[in-house]
T-cell receptor
Framework: GENVEQHPSTLSVQEGDSAVIKCTYS??????FPWYKQELGKGPQLIID?????GEKKDQRIAVTLNKTAKHFSLHITETQPEDSAVYFC???????????FGPGTRLSVLP | NAGVTQTPKFQVLKTGQSMTLQCAQD?????MYWYRQDPGMGLRLIYY???????DKGEVPNGYNVSRLNKREFSLRLESAAPSQTSVYFC??????????FGPGTRLTVT
């Protein structure tokens, strides 16, 4: 089955700096890669996703890159703000949401 | 439009007690899911329902049962709670695409 690894487990950055979180996956059949943000006491919220026919996708300060050959994808947050502090999860699945597997999460702290 | 709602928000059970976690979505989604979240382990799929009338096991189904009551509602039942089932439980839903939308969670403690 699919296995998703995520690094680092914790990340602290100064406000205004960039943050990068990396994930690797094992199943070459996976072709949908979402990122979720989870704030304290809340459920995960989808913030950006990418499919295997795209190498990079941007949404304001957030971007995701995908290297399908190497089976890894990354989340990039630029100009970080204190409200970006949360736990971020990557995941991998096929196009139908089957075999949806999450990474263990990264706790991001943005220091003012 | 409330999205995905879960009840209760918190619950404490004694070992051996039973309870049902409720989930409802108002987005007319076909698929619904139950996950558990434990520290350092991300979210693990317990059961899912690809459409009304169907349910399938996920990664960690032992000790749980589910019922897809109708298109809106998907419940998770613990017949005989164990301390190992102490966790935060999330329900999610999706349409035919893989994007999943999560509820706020139920924090369960089994003593």
């Amino acid at each position: 089955g699919e296995n998703v690894e995520q690094h680092p487990s914790t990340l602290s950055v100064q406000e205004g700096d960039s943050a990068v979180i990396k994930c690797t996956y094992s199943d070459s059949a996976s072709n949908y890669f979402p990122w979720y943000k989870q704030e304290l006491g809340k459920g995960p919220q989808l913030i950006i996703d990418i499919r295997s026919n795209v190498g990079e996708k941007k949404d304001q300060r957030i971007a995701v890159t995908l290297n399908k050959t190497a089976k890894h994808f990354s989340l990039h947050i630029t100009e970080t703000q204190p409200e970006d502090s949360a736990v971020y999860f990557c995941a991998a699945s096929d196009n139908y949401g089957q075999n949806f597997v999450f990474g263990p999460g990264t706790r991001l702290s943005v220091l003012p | 439009n409330a999205g995905v709602t879960q009840t209760p928000k918190f619950q404490v059970l004694k070992t051996g007690q039973s309870m049902t976690l409720q989930c409802a979505q108002d987005m007319n989604h076909n698929s619904m899911y139950w996950y558990r979240q434990d520290p350092g382990m991300g979210l693990r799929l317990i059961y899912y329902s690809a459409s009304e009338g169907t349910t399938d096991k996920g990664e960690v189904p032992n000790g749980y049962n589910v019922s897809r009551l109708n298109k809106r509602e998907f419940s998770l039942r613990l017949e005989s709670a164990a301390p190992s089932q102490t966790s935060v439980y999330f329900c999610a839903s999706s349409e035919f695409s893989p994007e999943q939308y999560f509820g706020p969670g139920t924090r369960l403690t089994v003593t």
